[in-house]
């Protein structure tokens, strides 16, 4: 027996109630068969499945409100997260902010190195300083409204280094480059963004748009910025930059904004102006001069775009058609003026070639000529583009061009006359310039080029019969292609038959005009 038996005897023999039994060997035999588990009678096991039944329950409420409490907490960061992600895409875009806490804290992923601080907003807010998608066209529009928004700048990021490229885009006060820089910024975005930020990229360029638009029918609301000088001077930096497809993508969707919208300014009065800034400029430029090649760069995207192109045509309109001298003060005037001859015969001076022929060598006087030549046909080509665009961009555009075209040879028809050499006074007075009408004759060439090659089955479209027309009204020019006018009045090498008129067609091809257009030109340009 071990010693755990001898104390347990020794226990129970000590028990007052071991003297109940005979011995203490039938006292430790009743109290082993009384520590053996007893079975639960059927009250005693219903009541303690009704007491576990309860404390499930109530574990099983007390986890389904720790899942809620951590499905909210889930849901609030998440939503945080997202939160974060659009204030810092919109920072991205546009370059302003509502947040000018310690750049150290911000953490500096994906926020730019500068932005525009807007004070006044994020006071009015009352402590919200993160931009949302129910903020941002109002920060937009304050920002737009600021005379000097490179004075709101401020550090996003704790670097201390300088960044002139920074600080001059989100600084930039002009609203035209500025609004396009956000397009630009906008459309990188919409390429990397996770799908749910997709609506939100997109909106912030339609923004740029909308503001854009906003810009160009309300110039006055933008207190000293010459919206119209912006725009032109955007599309000679992305004509030099190679830029002119973007902006040309930009410019479309200003454009289909301004054209769904004109109560306030129709789009002819939104371009007028900036035609004015171009002729401005454009007759002042000499032959030789860079900077031409740039404009006429910006004029071969005008004559192909469409909603540009009518307002074009419409422009280029002489206040009085039958005064010669109007048609070249057009902006396209202007260019076809545009030449290597004296602007006014007989006067050197302010001149740029050949100043002094008798001093020059013959090399360098061979190397301005061929100079001259080069710009020359390069003028020519691009002179070329925009006519031919303007005749094929659509049937409204080719009629205002004919009719430009036609009115200025029968305005100019008195360059031919005798006279015209003996009073050079009146004649400058009267007429455009010879240079007009070397240009305007070389660029209609081109356009005849096409069908003048040798044997072209095309020219037997031709129809003389054209020449022979009496005066028509507008619709009827219009109907029949029939743009030159008094052509009837001319001397005709071989006499008509009296009393008889030849059969006219209904209609009048292009190449017939192209023809008729070019021949006369050329007759009133180089007969003097």
Known sequence: MTDQGNNNNQNLSRNPFAALFSSVSDAKDFASVQKQPQPLSLD??????????????????????????????????????????????????????????????????????????????????????????????????????????????????????????????????????????????????????????????????????????????????????????????????????????????????????????????????????????????????????????SYLDILVYFSKQLDIARVFVDYIQPKDPNNGLQYQKTLLGAVLNISCLLKTPGVVESHGYFLNPSRS???????????????????????????????????????RLLTWLGGCLHANAGRAKIWANQMPEIFFQMYASDAFFLNLGAALLRLCQPFCRLRSPKLLTFNPTYCALKELNEEERRSRNVHVKGLDKETTLIPAPQNQEPEFAQSYNLLTENLILTQYALHLGFHR
Not at 373 to 398: E, G, V, W, Y
Request: aromatic share 6%; proline share 4%; with cysteine.
């Open 44 to 293: 005693d096991s219903r009541g303690s499945q009704d007491d576990s039944d309860n404390s499930v329950s109530e574990s099983v409420d007390e986890n389904d409100d720790s899942l809620a409490e951590i499905s909210r907490s889930f849901r609030s960061r998440q939503e945080l997260c997202e939160q974060l992600n659009i204030n810092h895409m919109i920072q991205r875009i546009f370059l302003l902010t509502l947040d000018n806490s310690d750049p150290s804290l911000k953490g500096g992923n994906g926020i730019p190195p500068r932005c525009v601080y807007l004070e006044e907003m994020a006071s009015d807010l009352d402590g919200q300083d993160w931009l949302d998608m129910d903020n941002i066209e109002q920060a937009l529009f304050n920002r737009m409204l600021l005379p000097e928004p490179g004075n709101h700048l401020i550090n996003m990021t704790s670097s201390s280094a300088l960044n002139l490229s920074a600080d001059r885009d989100a600084g930039e006060k002009r609203a035209v480059p500025y609004l396009f820089s956000c397009f630009q910024r906008a459309k990188e975005e919409i390429k990397k963004v996770p799908e749910k930020l997709l609506a939100c990229a997109v909106r912030c360029k339609n923004l740029s748009v909308l503001n854009a638009r906003t810009v160009l029918l309300t110039p006055e609301i933008y207190v000293g910025q010459n919206v119209s000088e912006q725009l032109l001077n955007l599309l000679l930096e992305a004509v030099s930059g190679g830029l002119l497809e973007e902006v040309g993508e930009f410019l479309d969707e200003v454009i289909a904004a301004l054209l769904a919208d004109q109560e306030v300014r129709t789009f002819g009065e939104v371009m007028v102006p900036v035609f004015e800034v171009m002729l401005g400029r454009v007759k002042d430029l000499d032959l030789c001069q860079l900077l031409l090649n």
């Open 361 to 399: 060598s013959p090399q360098e006087t061979k190397v301005q000529e061929s100079n001259i030549h080069q710009f020359m046909a390069q003028f020519h080509d691009k002179l070329f583009q925009i006519l031919k665009n303007l005749l094929q961009l659509s049937p409204d555009t080719r009629h």
